[in-house]
Structure formats: structure tokens, C-alpha cells
T-cell receptor
Framework: AQSVTQPDARVTVSEGASLQLRCKYS??????LFWYVQYPRQGLQLLLK??????VVQGVNSFEAEFSKSNSSFHLQKASVHWSDSAVYFC????????????FGDGTQLVVKP | EAAVTQSPRSKVAVTGGKVTLSCHQT?????MYWYRQDTGHGLRLIHY???????EKGDIPDGYKASRPSQENFSLILELASLSQTAVYFC?????????????FGKGTRLTVV
């Protein structure tokens, strides 16, 4: 079975501070991993994805994430957050191949204080 | 740019009534999905389809039917709407056959059952 856990339901940071949103996954093989962002009353937009290779992947808007097979983690990071980064962030996992089921964590609400 | 369009964007339905949510994609993708999002939770898969005229059950199919009359269109049908089906519904598409497991989402339909 596969699953994604985001242990923090809500994270509050000050504008300009660094950010880490945590994601742990459970899957017997190496998964495809994603971070999506959801702004209010919008659908999910892809921030970044990891398929293989360099464990640090760069995404849009200066976000990056680091894959760790030993820790079964895929944490999202940003060096300096902006108030416009306030949104809900979802970590997701896919097994890839012809069966493209994607499994989501419950999301982390990010609040950036001015 | 890849596009997934949902209609309506919001709807109020009466308990016991029939509701149809529509989704249209211009991505030329084989796979389409219907997800449900409840407040404070991630997305749960209701139904999906990988070819026209065929649908598959996801994780929470009870109370829902799906229809895929063409590659571009995928509908979600609630024959007898219930209060517990109040949620935001997202349609999505992908094409893993192209080696890209990214999933593209519509903006969602907010359904309120009263």
C-alpha cells in the first residue's frame, strides 16, 4: 500500500523567513513525488516533481524539495517566503507507469504573517 | 496550455435530487479523474477513466456514477444527492503513456446539498 503523510496541518511563518513543509511517504519502491499548491477557490497547481536523479528538485516561485529514500521524505523548502505564498500545500505520490493513480496527503495550510 | 474546465463552478442541490457535474479537457489526455475534497482534507479519488466509454471505481465510489462519452468529457453523477456529499469536486486529467505522470486539475465545483 502507499500513503502520504503531512504531519503539520497548519504552519505560520513571518514574511521573509525560511520555510519547510514536511512530507513523509510510504511505498515499497521509489515513487514519483509531487508538491501541489492550492490557492483559495482554485484547483491544484503543480509546484515541482521528482521522478529520479538529483534528490533536490527546483520548482516554480523559488520552491525546492529534497527527496530522501532513507527517510521516506520529500520536504518542501523556500529560503524566504512572501505573503502571497499563503495557501494550502499538498504532497502527493504516484506509482507511475500505466496506472497513474495519485495519492494525496491531507495538506498543510501555510499562513505568512506580514 | 493544458486545460481542464469544470461546470458548474458551484451548485446548490436538494437532498434526493439528481446532480451532474461536467468536465471537459483539451489536453488530449487518456486519463481523467474525479476527486472529492472535504474541508481540511486532501483529495480522495471517486472514479477515473483511462479510455472513452469506460470508467473505473476509485477509493470512494459509493453514491456516485461516472460517464466518459468521449476522450474530452467526463461527468460525475449523483443520482440521489445526500447531505454527506457536500464538498468540493475536482476533475483532473493526465497521460502517463507519455512518460509524464503530472496531473492537471480543473478549478473545482463547490456542491452544497441542502
Amino acid at each position: 500500500a502507499q500513503s502520504v503523510t503531512q504531519p503539520d496541518a497548519r504552519v505560520t511563518v513571518s514574511e521573509g523567513a525560511s520555510l519547510q513543509l514536511r512530507c513523509k511517504y510510504s511505498y515499497s519502491a521509489t515513487p514519483y513525488l509531487f508538491w501541489y499548491v492550492q490557492y483559495p477557490r482554485q484547483g491544484l497547481q503543480l509546484l515541482l516533481k521528482y521522478y529520479s536523479g538529483d534528490p533536490v528538485v527546483q520548482g516554480v516561485n523559488s520552491f525546492e524539495a529534497e527527496f530522501s529514500k532513507s527517510n521516506s521524505s520529500f520536504h518542501l523548502q523556500k529560503a524566504s517566503v512572501h505573503w502571497s505564498d499563503s495557501a494550502v500545500y499538498f504532497c502527493a505520490l504516484s506509482r507511475g507507469g500505466s496506472n497513474n493513480r495519485i495519492f494525496f496527503g491531507d495538506g498543510t495550510q501555510l499562513v505568512v504573517k506580514p | 496550455e493544458a486545460a481542464v474546465t469544470q461546470s458548474p463552478r458551484s451548485k446548490v442541490a436538494v437532498t434526493g435530487g439528481k446532480v451532474t457535474l461536467s468536465c471537459h479537457q483539451t489536453n488530449n489526455h487518456d486519463y481523467m479523474y474525479w476527486y472529492r475534497q472535504d474541508t481540511g482534507h486532501g483529495l480522495r479519488l471517486i472514479h477515473y477513466s483511462y479510455v472513452a466509454d469506460s470508467t473505473e471505481k476509485g477509493d470512494i465510489p459509493d453514491g456516485y456514477k461516472a460517464s466518459r462519452p468521449s476522450q474530452e468529457n467526463f461527468s460525475l453523477i449523483l443520482e440521489l444527492a445526500s447531505l454527506s456529499q457536500t464538498a468540493v469536486y475536482f476533475c483532473a486529467s493526465s497521460d502517463p503513456g507519455q512518460g509524464n505522470t503530472e496531473v492537471f486539475f480543473g478549478k473545482g465545483t463547490r456542491l452544497t446539498v441542502v
